[in-house]
């Protein structure tokens, strides 16, 4: 699953400043700025925050959507509330099939980019949160989908998007042990080189896509508590490593 994450204006801007546009990001952040965390040092997806993807209708520079996909045909306030908190995540094996999901799946799908994510490892009845990023520090490129949906009640047009998940890697196999689970999941993270064929390619291509990372692309550790009392918030305490000395797994 991918719940938490960790990311900021910069990393999403990453894609744009490959394209060399520089006056255009600096109105993009001006535009941008009454929307969006300057960093999110931690956030949830059931806080539906408002993040920057990237899609084929303007591959070179994001836009704001919400956290938790709303599709196009959702009829009303209270229909979008129902969806939302169950929209976080998209599974990519049945995304081309589900009614939620298959109309993006086929012609509006994005990418995400994020400095890192959270997982949580279960040990001995309890919870045990890891940040997991990557080895070299470069943000990651999530596949998403995305979709349009006008509030009837407002007129208002309303991006929102999820997050492909996929079978575990090795590490991520190690981490996300939820035994209520039937197996460990995590992100689609996209080789950068490639992330043109997620925008843009046929259904075929983008289901080839749906794999695991590769092993060794990343690393994790520990942090202190997420949720609860305990929870440490939006701040930079949230990815610092924090030992639990009951903890045997280490990453």
């Not at 520089?22 to 952040?29: P, S, T």
């Not at 950068?192 to 794999?211: C, F, H, P």
């Amino acid at each position: 699953m991918c719940y938490d994450i960790k990311t900021k204006v910069e990393a999403a801007l990453k894609r744009a400043r490959h394209y060399g546009n520089e006056e255009a990001i600096q109105m993009l952040i001006e535009q941008f700025r009454p929307f969006l965390e300057e960093e999110f040092f931690h956030v949830s997806g059931f806080q539906h925050p408002k993040m920057l993807i990237y899609t084929r209708e303007d591959f070179e520079l994001p836009a704001v959507a919400s956290w938790g996909l709303i599709p196009f045909w959702v009829k009303n306030e209270q229909q979008q509330l129902d969806i939302w908190n169950k929209t976080i995540n998209a599974r990519g094996e049945t995304i081309f099939e589900k009614p939620s999901f298959r109309t993006s799946a086929k012609s509006k799908r994005c990418l995400i980019y994020i400095d890192g994510f959270f997982e949580h490892h279960h040990f001995g009845g309890k919870k045990y949160p890891f940040y997991i990023q990557r080895v070299d520090g470069e943000p990651m490129v999530l596949g998403g989908l995305w979709d349009e949906w006008t509030n009837k009640e407002t007129g208002e047009m309303v991006n929102s998007f999820t997050i492909v998940t996929t079978i575990a890697n090795a590490l991520m196999k190690k981490i996300h042990n939820n035994p209520k689970l039937k197996e460990a999941r995590m992100p689609l993270i996209l080789n950068e080189d490639k992330a043109d064929n997620w925008l843009n390619g046929t259904s075929e291509e983008a289901k080839a896509m749906i794999l695991p990372a590769t092993d060794g692309l990343l690393k994790a550790h520990t942090v202190r508590r997420l949720r609860g009392k305990e929870a440490v918030g939006n701040s930079p305490q949230a990815i610092e490593e924090f030992i639990y000395s009951e903890l045997k797994f280490r990453a």
